[in-house]
């Protein structure tokens, strides 16, 4: 091909990053001679370059720039050729004119296979919600039938997260980190791939927690220079005092990566960095095990070990194979440091595994016969650490991250459980067992303790203190978010408080009555003596109330259903309200409009009809859709809407449909003391209350009472008892409450 190239000068940037790659395959290659590992590469990149020409990244580099960059990325677990020309390769089936078939003619049955895996993974990564745990493992059964296809979607994984930048699109920017963090960086701590996994994990964090990561990066270069320093001496003594004959082969010392510092800070509850003691470790490197103890014997001369410290991975390795002497001393330079030092002992052959894992049996080897991925040991081996107990939670934690509306948090046991967004330590303890939800007594997320009504993130560890006196809260279905924790409260409830729900009922149906209709109940009920076109006794009056009171029936509903009734008292009023509002009427629209109180963008009286895809009808839950002849009305969740133009949404919903809030007038009373007030607005903060007005006086016998109005967004009928909670919980200066007026 003689094209013209666009830009010639990154063609040559990436010419020579071929190169690069070429002498570095070549140094750990020394029995191929290197004319032929470059020709093979060669033929690879430059097949792949004419393949994926006048295509660009979102960088606006050409294409061929990022199966380039992945193979870099791949250099650490010493692939063979084969591996290499499938990563250059790997994206042509999935984005380009030629197949795999095509691949197979020029390079042969591995590389198609290898690619052909990719090509297979990628089509999973496009069906995203329709993936289900069924596909995701027959995914991981394709990986392990060759371990080098999980090599390569790693490595093209990292550099997409290295240019992740410049996707234009935040939210899918954030999907691509979560599924990154849920699934790429778990598969490559299992294999033991630590470079990739903390590169990995760091990109997320880049994404996920952009402040948390700026402000972990500042304070680690704010004392980069004094570790520096203290890793200079600390060298030269440990060489300087090694006895004869005890080789030193490398002193190097690593900085624990920012997520894992991050999650370490969160799950201690430290402010900073600098207070964790293992934020780095200094890395001895010798010839053979015996050296090891050497090294070690001698160290613990020179500083004082720390008790329960030092760990024998050599005569006990992990699970994953890793072994090293860790020790941590206390004293060294301490005009630099003052919190002990973790040390590693450790030999090259040990080093190599650390650093890789289980690619490290797998890397070229010039002494290895032939050990191919394909080995019947490498299958089992995979499979062995993909399939065991504890990785069904793994699959279920692969689920996970393709869903948007799931979040999973683990047991102290380290079992997952999957949560709709926005769950709550409530629906944690359902979700595990019923038992544990009805007895909770208090809930700690990594270690600390929370309210109630704390929203789960992804990832947490939730701790749940049983206590067979505690029973389910009537609060808590103000902000469960799980079918099954509201149905069992809700049991729990009308079995127990069945009165207390009446009163809430009655205090819910009274505000929104005063409110929309300015009327209340009388003590018959007798507004609700024909609901839903049944006339009702007493006692279903009162399940009725009970029904308001449980929050299983909005107060919006019930009203509706009066107004159905033509002889009720609320019809009257309604017509007479009606009556007033036709001499206002603005002129009519054309007669195709319908004419319904539908509140667009918080208008009423805007011209729209109905669209006819999803066909809504009144009372279902709608959106706009501006057009240029007014507005249309579709379902919420059209299928047809999720191609058009999001700028053009207008919210709408039905009068008297949506919730609109509620004034909260409430009184508390505390033992008078300093600091309750801050206590209380701080209270108010985390709960995302706003105050309007709030006065506080001391009556006689010393106690301060506290009077407070608020506005809600939502209606939420429970939150002055939701604040109550909290506030007994953690003011002990806390008397009593009353709530005096909802509307
Ligand atoms: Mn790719």
């Known amino acids: 091909m003689t094209k013209e190239i666009p830009t010639t000068t990154d063609y040559f940037h990436i010419n020579m990053l071929v190169k690069s790659i070429i002498d570095e395959v070549a140094q750990y290659m020394k029995n191929t001679p290197k004319e032929v590992i470059a020709e093979e590469i060669q033929k690879a990149y430059i097949y792949a370059r004419n393949a994926h020409e006048g295509q660009m990244r979102k960088s606006w580099d050409p294409y061929i720039l990022h199966p380039v960059e992945a193979t870099r990325e791949l250099l650490i677990l010493r692939p063979d050729i084969v591996t290499i020309q499938s990563c250059l390769l790997h994206d042509v089936p999935e984005d380009t004119d030629k197949t795999v078939e095509d691949i197979r003619a020029v390079f042969g049955d591995e590389v198609a296979y290898i690619t052909a895996g990719m090509e297979k993974l990628s089509n999973l990564k496009y069906r995203g919600e329709e993936r289900t745990i069924g596909s995701l493992r027959k995914m991981f059964i394709a990986m392990s039938e060759d371990v080098r296809v999980i090599f390569v979607k790693l490595a093209d994984r990292l550099h997409n997260m290295k240019t992740i930048e410049f996707h234009p699109n935040k939210e899918k920017r954030e999907r691509i980190a979560l599924e990154t963090l849920n699934v790429y960086a778990p598969i490559a701590d299992r294999l033991g791939i630590f470079d990739f996994k903390e590169a990995l994990e760091t990109e997320c964090f880049k994404i996920l927690y952009p402040e948390e990561y700026n402000r972990i990066k500042e304070e680690l270069s704010v004392f980069k220079e004094a570790q520096e320093i203290f890793v200079t001496k600390v060298k030269q003594l440990i060489i300087d005092t090694m006895p004869e004959g005890v080789p030193i082969v490398d002193i190097s010392y ?38 090891c103890y050497d090294i070690l014997g001698t160290i613990h001369t020179i500083w004082t070990p720390v008790p329960k410290r030092f760990k024998d991975y050599i005569a006990l390795p992990k699970e994953n194979g890793y072994q090293s002497l860790h020790t941590t001393v206390v004293g060294i330079f301490h005009e630099f440091r003052s919190q002990p030092t973790e040390i590693q002992i450790r030999t ?63 047991t102290p046991r380290g079992q997952i459980q999957v949560l709709p967004k926005g769950s709550t330590p ?45 029973n389910p809260s009537i609060t808590w279905l103000s902000f469960v978010k799980t079918t099954r924790a509201r149905e069992s409260i809700k049991a729990y409830s009308n079995r127990t408080n069945r009165d207390q729900l ?47 009171g449980n929050l299983s029936r909005k107060p919006s509903s019930v009203t509706r259903s009066m107004l ?29 409009w319908i004419s319904l109180e539908l509140i667009i963008g918080g208008e009423k009286h805007i011209p729209y009809r109905f669209a006819h895809c999803c066909e809504p009808k009144v009372g279902d839950k709608v959106v706009g859709y501006i057009t ?48 309750v007030l801050k206590s209380l607005t701080e ?24 009077v407070f109005s608020l506005k809600t967004e939502e209606e939420d009928y429970y939150l002055f008892e939701r604040l109550m909670e909290r506030v007994k919980l953690s003011i002990g200066e806390f008397k009593e409450g009353k709530l005096l007026e909802m509307k």
């Not at 001895?284 to 050296?291: K, Y």
């Not at 985390?686 to 506290?706: P, Y």
Request: glycine share 6%; proline share 2%.
């Open 254 to 291: 690593r900085v624990k990566s920012p997520w894992s510092i991050y999650k370490k800070m969160q799950r201690k509850g430290y402010e900073r960095v600098q207070d964790l003691y293992d934020l780095f470790a200094l890395r001895i490197i010798t010839d053979s095990v015996h050296h």
């Open 426 to 470: 409530v629906d944690f303890a359902y979700s595990v067992h019923s038992d544990l939800g009805d007895h909770i007594a208090v809930a700690r997320v990594n270690g600390r303790v929370v309210p109630l009504d704390y929203e789960l993130r992804n990832g947490e560890s939730v701790e749940i203190v049983m206590d067979k006196n505690r």
């Open 502 to 548: 009446i009163e809430k009922g009655r205090f819910i149906l009274n505000a929104h009555l005063l409110k929309h209709f300015n009327k209340t109940l009388d003590k018959d009920l007798s507004l609700l003596k024909i609901i839903d076109g049944k006339t009702l006794d007493t006692e279903g009056r009162e399940n009725v109330l009970v029904q308001l």
């Open 628 to 675: 240029r002849n007014g507005v249309n009305i579709h379902k919420i969740d059209c299928t047809s809407l999720r191609q058009k133009d999001f700028d053009r949404y207008i919210p709408a919903y039905w009068e008297g449909m949506k919730a609109q809030g509620l004034h909260i007038r409430a009184e508390m009373v505390f033992e008078n003391k300093i600091g």
């Open 564 to 592: 159905e009734n033509s002889s009720s008292e609320l019809h009257k009023l309604k017509e007479l309200g009606e009556q007033v509002k036709k001499e206002k009427k603005i002129p009519g629209p054309k007669s195709e």
């Open 348 to 410: 090259l052959a040990m080093h190599r595994q650390a650093e890789i894992g289980v690619a490290a049996h797998f890397a070229y080897s010039e002494t290895g016969q032939s050990k191919t991925a394909k080995d019947a040991y490498w299958a089992a081996e995979l499979k062995e650490i993909l399939d065991n107990s504890e990785d069904s939670d793994f699959m279920t934690q692969m689920k996970i991250g393709v869903f948007d509306d799931r979040i999973f948090a683990f």
């Open 683 to 706: 209270i108010f903060f985390l709960m995302r209350i706003n105050i309007d007005e709030m006065s506080a006086h001391t009556d006689t016998d010393g106690l301060s009472h506290i």
